[in-house]
């Protein structure tokens, strides 16, 4: 039969020519291929497909572009049921009578599909109907024999810690962030307490820093499960009854607490910036996030790289003119080069690429680090799955959009499995984490504090923000 296309890097790009022809599966329906490589299919033959038999095993390339993709049409819970379905009654593993050998050729491949999907796609497990099917199929795999029983356990010990490690780290998230609320609290209560604490109080080490923000992005990274690209984005499928997929459970929730990070380290920045009273501090404050910029671009983290650029270009922070004027912009003038959005982020597209095969080829750890700008990440994506269609006029699955996908998606998987080499400072990280962050208002109001506003506009404004704000107090 033919296969599945090769990926490079990961996943890679497949060419089509005009030879399209067909292969008929026993008792379902076609699957396309062009020039050997699948590009569309009913979605019952895909998950046929999916499914090993005594001489067949899927590529794992395509294991993974299926369950990525076809939660767009099925729940995973769904597919996995179908999937128990035509193992055991295609392999006949309810027969108690079944040939013991047929058993031994089938059930490592069966165990091996099981094991890839709870390794890449464990939250999906989360379902308790996910768990039910794995653990019917599981037992039937494993009550004749002693080796399977053992693999069955593994299998199942590697998914129970993953989601243990899933649940804690949420956990986490929301303790980190009830504290960053009550420090904004104190602040606002006693807003004189905390300027004398601020970043360079805590640590004057532009690298110290940069590698400290990269910590925590890898933290962050590494908990976005492939599937949350997908599920951000899906819609209704006008050929499944206008029912949409997952609209019954959290989507991409670690995901959304990625984006949230950026957004937190950008008005970090920009706080940082306006809250100290003198010109003199505040200019230095924009060179030393200037520095930490310049060290994660060196590092290969673009998403605080952009964050800090981000923060230092909100309003509240370009108006500072008096302050801007004492500060050497020539290195941010380079970084923002970098980051300029022109021509679709060609110039950050080139240094990614570079970033990448950097990562391909490294000798150390700290070389194989690759933090993407995230949010132009999710932009591509989207607008890769709103360019083409998810169905064919016949009604096919349009596969050859999806091997597109799991080819981006792919990338990210590999740049999320490094381990940050950086010693962990937890005061740094800490303070990153928790230090009170203004508002766009409570920015604005400490910008016209620091430096008085130029025009009538500006000036009205401030008032109105002094009489909003300071009567809170």
Not at 74 to 80: A, K, R, T, V, W
Not at 338 to 362: E, K, V, W
Not at 393 to 407: I, P, S
């Amino acid at each position: 039969m033919p296969q599945t296309p090769p990926f490079t890097g990961p996943l890679g790009t497949n060419s089509y020519n005009k030879n399209l022809y067909q292969t008929k599966e026993e008792g379902y329906a076609a699957l396309y291929y062009h020039d050997n490589n699948l590009v569309s299919g009913s979605l019952e033959a895909l998950i046929h497909h999916l499914v090993p038999t005594v001489d067949y095993y899927p590529d794992r390339t395509y294991i993974f572009t299926f369950l990525l993709s076809s939660r767009l049409f099925i729940h995973p819970y769904e597919l996995m049921s179908k999937v128990c379905h035509l193992c055991v009654e295609n392999q006949r593993l309810s027969d108690s009578q079944a040939d013991k050998m047929r058993i031994r050729k089938i059930a490592p491949k069966i165990l091996q599909l099981l094991t890839e999907w709870t390794e890449t796609f464990p939250y999906d497990f989360r379902d308790e109907r996910m768990m039910r099917s794995l653990k019917e199929l599981t037992h039937r795999l494993a009550s004749g024999d002693e080796v399977y029983r053992k693999a069955v356990g593994q299998m199942s010990q590697g998914l129970i810690r993953r989601l243990t490690v899933l649940s804690q780290y949420e956990e986490a998230l929301v303790k980190i962030n009830a504290t960053a609320a009550e420090r904004l609290t104190a602040l606002k209560a006693k807003p004189q307490a905390a300027i004398q604490r601020d970043m360079l109080s805590i640590c004057n080490d532009p690298f110290t820093v940069a590698q400290q923000l990269t910590h925590i992005e890898l933290e962050r990274l590494s908990y976005i499960g492939p599937e949350e690209f997908v599920q951000a984005f899906v819609q209704k499928d006008p050929l499944d009854n206008d029912k949409s997929c997952f609209s019954d459970h959290k989507k991409a929730s670690n995901l959304e607490a990625y984006v949230e990070w950026f957004n937190r380290l950008s008005y970090l920045v920009a706080t940082e910036i306006c809250m100290p009273v003198k010109k003199k501090h505040r200019a230095r404050v924009m060179e030393f996030f200037i520095d930490v910029a310049r060290e994660c671009f060196n590092i290969g983290n673009f998403n605080s790289l952009m964050a800090i650029i981000s923060g230092m270009n909100m309003s509240p922070v370009s108006r500072l003119k008096k302050t801007w004027s004492k500060v050497k912009t020539a290195k941010f003038d380079i970084l923002e080069h970098q980051m300029d959005p022109s021509s679709n982020f060609y110039n950050y597209r080139t240094a990614l690429r570079g970033a990448t095969q950097r990562s391909i080829t490294a000798n150390s750890s700290r070389e194989k680090i690759v933090i993407p700008f995230f949010s132009l990440l999710i932009k591509d994506i989207y607008f890769l799955n709103e360019g083409c269609t998810n169905r064919l006029q016949n009604g096919h699955v349009n596969f050859q959009k999806f091997w597109e996908l799991a080819k981006q998606v792919s990338e990210f998987m590999t740049w999320k499995k490094v381990e940050c080499p950086f010693e962990k400072d937890r005061r740094i990280l800490h303070y990153l984490l928790t230090a009170p962050v203004f508002n766009e208002d409570a920015l604005y109001l400490a910008s016209y504090e620091s430096e008085g506003p130029d025009n009538n506009m500006e000036k009205d404004r401030w008032k109105s923000l002094r009489s909003t704000l300071l009567s809170r107090v």
